[in-house]
């Protein structure tokens, strides 16, 4: 059974960066066929999509947040990262990381979320 | 980006009703949507792939049905459990989008 488990700072100030890591375990980020993604969910709202990337280190982000984004991979340590840079009150969220099949290609592991928050 | 709209957005049903949720796209996505269930606290589950297709372990009460661009959740016969969040999401293109929710609520 594949687990995703999400760990990093709830609180970042405002201008720095946000860091998070999604440790996968029971199956092996390179052993390629899945895209593993971030998605964020604003208090009390919907997914936004933020980004993904491939074992081989190819991403694709979310054009909204593409100039702050960076997603890495850690095959070594069968782990993901986030980095979002400069951010404010909007960024405050739950971020989820997620694995995305190739058929289908589909969220179908989740982690449980982590809640960032935003402050000074 | 292709947008996703569902409707209605909030929905109060006794148990036993019906539910039917829509969701329609932008643009044509062929069969390439999907939706999720998230209860209160919970990550996303997901529920139906490929607009109709079942996910092994999920009720059958619970089918989809549609393509193109209009798209619709069914849940038969609504049991307590299913209180929750529904979303629908495309993978025709990038970036990933998702529909805003529609909250299902027991009477």
């Known amino acids: 059974q594949v687990q995703l488990q999400e760990s990093g700072p709830g609180l970042v100030k405002p201008s720095q960066t946000l860091s998070l890591t999604c440790t996968v375990s029971g199956g092996s980020i390179s052993s390629g066929g899945y895209y593993w993604s971030w998605i964020r969910q604003h208090p009390g709202k919907g997914l936004e999509w933020i980004g993904y990337?491939?074992?081989?280190?190819?991403?694709y982000y979310n054009p909204s947040l593409k100039s702050r984004v960076t997603i890495s991979v850690d095959t070594s340590k069968n782990q993901f990262s986030l980095k979002l840079s400069s951010v404010t009150a909007a960024d405050t969220a739950v971020y989820y990381c997620?694995?995305?099949?190739?058929?289908?290609?589909?969220?179908?592991?989740w982690g449980q979320g982590t809640l960032v928050t935003v402050s000074s | 980006e292709i947008v996703l709209t569902q409707s209605p957005d909030f929905q109060s049903v006794t148990p036993k009703e019906k539910v039917t949720i829509t969701c329609r796209a932008s643009q044509s996505i062929g069969s390439s949507l999907h939706w999720y269930q998230q209860k209160p606290d919970q990550s996303p589950k997901l529920l139906i792939k490929y607009a109709s297709q079942s996910i092994s372990g999920v009720p059958s009460r619970f089918s989809g049905s549609g393509s193109g661009t209009d798209f619709t959740l069914t849940i038969n016969s609504l049991e307590a459990e299913d209180a929750a969040t529904y979303y629908c999401?495309?993978?025709?293109?990038?970036?990933?989008?998702f529909g805003q929710g529609t909250k299902v609520e027991i009477k």
């Open positions: 997620a694995r995305e099949g190739r058929v289908p290609p589909a969220f179908d592991y």
């Open positions: 999401h495309q993978s025709s293109s990038l970036p990933r989008t």
């Open positions: 990337i491939y074992y081989s280190g190819s991403t």
